[in-house]
């Protein structure tokens, strides 16, 4: 997911978004540790998609209080 199409969402479906990708690094985890995950790079761009999220909600965070 980019940046500039989490800019475009409101922030409801933000916080929604990052509770869903922050449920899915949980089920990558036990998938992983359990032997059932074939692609373990996925892991790592739910993070990135997290950390974008999280940037934006503290830019916007920022702007308001300017």
Sequence with gaps: MKAKELRKKSETELLKLLQDKRSQVV??????????VTNVREIRQTKKDIARIQTVLNA???????
Excluded: M
């Excluded at 089920?27 to 059932?36: A, D, H, L, R, V």
């Excluded at 916007?60 to 300017?66: A, I, N, P, S, V």
């Design 27 to 36: 089920n990558f985890k036990i998938n992983i540790s359990s032997g059932n």
């Design 60 to 66: 916007r965070d920022g702007e308001d209080e300017k």
